[in-house]
């Protein structure tokens, strides 16, 4: 397990976040402790509020992909996201989700901040993911371009997106 130790956004003014000063942000491959961590957001987020099913949401590769997880100090699971490799130096990037009570506050875009510096130090030339389409501009904020038609995923409308690196 990687374990990244990063400050909070400064000025934050929820009191989701007045409990602690620092994020912990931790990596696993496949199976673990992580993965397990990462169930404790993916969970409430896609099936109970987003509605997808179990079957779509556990869709067999997190056995073969590399998990992150914003951890607050005491270690509560708040952020996750997943990777997995596509051809020699693309990473797909997936299952990003934040519980409602800590969104707003940066800690996605500090997991995809991570995934980025880890995507660059094993020569990832690219990365991937296919967006919710409410979520595009979270994307384009963070440099990943929009490109092809709106499809379907789980009954969620997405797009797919990209960022060289």
């Not at 992580?34 to 997808?52: A, Y």
């Not at 693309?90 to 299952?95: A, E, N």
């Not at 996605?108 to 880890?118: C, D, K, P, Y």
Request: glycine share 6%; net charge neutral; hydrophobic share 40%.
């Amino acid at each position: 397990m990687t374990i990244n130790r990063i400050n909070d956004p400064a000025d934050q003014s929820s009191t989701a976040t007045t409990s602690y000063k620092k994020i912990i942000i931790a990596s696993q491959f496949g199976d673990g402790k992580v993965l397990d961590d990462t169930m404790t957001i993916r969970r409430p987020v896609f099936i109970i509020e987003e509605k997808v099913s179990e079957k779509d949401e556990i869709d067999g590769r997190d056995s073969q992909s590399l998990h992150y997880v914003a951890y607050k100090h005491n270690w509560q699971p708040v952020s996750c996201a997943r990777v997995y490799l596509v051809g020699k130096d693309g990473w797909h990037i997936g299952r990003v989700a934040t519980l409602a009570a800590f969104r707003g506050l940066g800690l996605a875009s500090q997991v995809l901040q991570t995934i980025e510096n880890n995507a660059r130090s094993h020569n990832i030339k690219k990365l991937e993911l296919e967006a919710q389409v409410h979520a595009i501009s979270f994307y384009e904020n963070l440099g990943y371009t929009a490109f092809g038609d709106i499809f379907l995923d789980a009954g969620i409308e997405h797009r797919k997106m990209t960022k060289n690196i």
